[in-house]
């Protein structure tokens, strides 16, 4: 079962053209000795030099985050200090910025393996092998760089806790997956995102092992239970909207501001000027925003992890035969000002029976949203937004052609110019006068 | 405020540089005429003063390269406006026109200069060459002039 499980996420992750990459850690008693700064090793290669530190009565213990980044070792602070301390003191390491798939190499390539999940001291207690080689030491996920110093602050504890028990101790500290990713394509992201946590727990976890605790996040009441009335803001008063068709909503608790100049449902035409929007925090890091107009409701459910967020949608509740609605493109930007445009968003139902499309769709979510807000004169969509240009647009195309174009017709034009050679023949004026042929 | 998508932010570039390319290079070229031809007739006119003024005619035709350039150059500048209202089409074709008359003087330019040069040495030593020069400067000259056709009706599109 376990193999089974191992195969398919291994499938999983190998049909993904572009690896991520996660950085790791190692320190222990031999360290590896000199690496190039930014190569990049796959699970095989890494598993290898992993094994390769080993002997026969070495212990080697994996520090697994979630979600791990080359950014968040350096950019990651409490109050001017790093939170990484401990790591920082550590005097003989190795540090590797971007492996492919450590976990599941390390996993593939040991035999005997442990796993624990670790949220507190009290977890450290558990932390003892026997006959096993490797022992992986998952962490709970990381909201803030807080949790980045606790974590920090266990390995060190687990670290000299085994390293009284064992006297040969090898360390990687790394991740599953990075914090932040610049994937190409936007549709396997999301879909990644989503595998990860119906996923991972059955996978690493060992079958004796009790299940973790997981406690999901409590669901907060809607807040403003009282006031929810739908806005809708005509589009000569606002700025933002692009031609007459086009409106703009927000929400009266402002977490939502949203542009549309269509809706259609099944090829039923939805009146642009009859939608409602409402707009409830489900938790510190969940939105949920809804469109109505009549019988039809399109929610989206807008999640932000890791400073990006995304959104999925459910339209009705998913009543009918619990379908789930994938944008065509998938909802998301990088920031938590971003908003996301893309022109037109078409969201189909899995078994694409329903079809609803949204016209000049843009959409921006607050999280925090400021009270404050006069909202005639400053909500407006931020000047970040996240479209679906990648790197080189037709225009920008366009542009590096012209000025390529008009750069080297100069430079011929300068060559020509350069190749003019005036005539110092008649420098010297008390020489004799001689008749020129027309060669010169 | 979001623009449309047919009259973006950077449509005026491409119109800039339409009006750009047209002067600077319809420049290079009459400078290029200029130049060459100056050096052959400083080099003749040691032996010739008196052809001097005739041997002039090849640096003003030089010189009308530069206002073909100079024309299409201000008519493109007229027609600049911020974005909403410049479209990228408008954009484009004024590109196309700078591009035209400006490519295109810069040849004129460069044939203009290399016939000035030997014609005019030429003329020194065989004064019937003289009316051979002339037509051979015309036809060069008209190159240019082609160009600021299919600028001008590029432009009026």
Known sequence: MLKLYLALISLGFATQINCESVPAFIFGDKTPAHFPALEHLNGDEFATLIKSQATKDTLT??????????????????????????????????????????????????????????????????????????????????????????????????????????????????????????????????????????????????????????????????KAVEENKPVLQKPKQHDD?????????????????????????????????????????VSENELTVTLSSGSHKLALNTHMSGGSWFVKFRYNDNNEDNEIYHPRTAVYAFGEHFSFGCGNLIIESSKRTHIIQLFGFQYQPNFNPDPNIDVDKDLKFSDSVSDCVGFFSPAIWGALFVVILLVSILTWGLYMMMDIRTMDRFDDPKGKTITINAQE | MALPEEAPIYGPFFGVMGAAAAIIFSALGAAYGTAKSGTGIAAMSVMRPELIMKSIIPVV?????????????????????????????????????????????????????????????????????????????????????????????????
Do not use: W
């Open chain 1, 61 to 222: 213990v994996v520090f697994v985050e979630n979600k791990l980044s080359v950014e968040d070792f350096s950019q990651c602070r409490l109050k001017t200090k790093t939170c990484f301390e401990n790591l920082n003191n550590i005097e003989r390491k190795s540090y590797l910025s971007s492996v492919a798939q450590p976990v599941d190499s390390l996993m593939a390539a040991f035999g005997k393996q442990k796993s624990i999940t670790v949220s507190s001291a009290e977890d450290l207690k558990d932390a003892k092998v026997d006959g096993e080689k490797i022992l992986f030491v998952y962490f709970d996920e990381v909201e803030s760089a807080e949790d980045f110093y606790k974590h920090d602050v266990l390995i060190n504890k687990l670290y000299n806790q085994l390293k009284e028990q064992n006297e040969n101790v090898v360390a990687v500290y790394t991740g599953i997956h990075p914090s932040f990713t610049y994937s190409q394509s936007l549709k396997r992201k999301i879909r990644e995102a989503e595998a990860v946590p119906a996923e991972d727990k059955p996978v690493h976890e060992n079958p004796e092992e009790p299940k973790p605790a997981e406690e999901p996040k409590p669901a907060e009441e809607p």
């Open chain 1, 241 to 281: 909207a692009v031609n007459a068709s086009q409106i703009v909503l927000y929400d009266s608790n402002h977490y939502a501001l949203m542009a549309l100049s269509g809706f259609i449902v099944d090829n039923n035409t939805i009146d642009v000027h009859s939608l409602q929007i409402e707009s409830t925090k």
């Open chain 2, 61 to 157: 035709m030089a010189g009308i390269i530069a206002i073909y350039g100079l024309v299409v150059a201000v008519l493109i500048a007229g027609a600049l406006e911020e974005p909403p209202k410049y479209t990228l089409y408008k954009a484009f074709i004024h590109l196309g026109a700078g591009l035209a008359v400006g490519f295109s003087g810069l040849a004129a330019g460069f044939a203009i200069g290399i016939v000035g040069d030997a014609g005019v040495r030429g003329t020194t030593q065989q004064p019937r060459l003289f009316v051979g020069m002339i037509l051979i400067l015309i036809f060069a000259e008209v190159l240019g002039l082609y160009g600021l056709i299919v600028a001008i009706y590029l432009y009026t599109k």
